[in-house]
């Protein structure tokens, strides 16, 4: 059972728009929560982070907003543009060792 | 600094034959560790190293085998690969020895297994 789901496979938003990817989890002891992007033939790259002592982090673009008692978080994208266009992909951890993916949601920005 | 690099970058197994994935980072990280990428399925962890001389299993461990023996080098083995092995694997690193540090991921190598 996946404890890290993100539901839309796919996204599909014009240029200048809001980009809003969603994330659910189900693990209550997962404190900490990360976006990576991925470009295709690429590795994965650190976007953006969260801990669960807050409810908003903010860098540039993109904001990533976390509802503890939902177990959902959304990363925003504020003005989408084309270089935007890769899969994203959320993730958790306990603090631990080991951090549970999503399956990814692509997004495409269209000029 | 080269980052996280893996070699190679394609391959193409028949069922049965071994073979390693290397993987080597030049950033000094302590923490090291392999995830797989199927359609749907996200990245999903097989073995992590939290430093030199500790492994240990991740989500999907079956099927593949690690050893930490330097800070640098963290090679992935299949004794025997099977087709459920098809996948893309990556390979990252953190400085910290916590999986919610920012990680570093190399390019990946797509592996085909008939």
Redesign the interface.
Known sequence: DQQ?K?NS?SLSVQEGRISILNCDYTNSMFD?F?WYKKYP??????LI?ISSIKDKNEDGRFTVFLNKSAKHLSLHIVPSQPGDSAVY?C?S?D??????????TRLMVKP | NAGVTQTPKFQVLKTGQSMTLQCAQDMNHEYMSWYRQDPGMGLRLIHYSVGAGITDQGEVPNGYNVSRSTTEDFPLRLLSAAPSQTSVYFCASSYGGRAGETQYFGPGTRLLVL
Request: zero cysteines; a negative charge; aromatic letters at 16%.
């Open positions: 890290v993100q496979p900490y990360l033939a690429e590795g994965p790259t650190f982070s992909f993730a951890t603090a631990g060792n080991m951090l549970t993916f999503g399956g990814g």
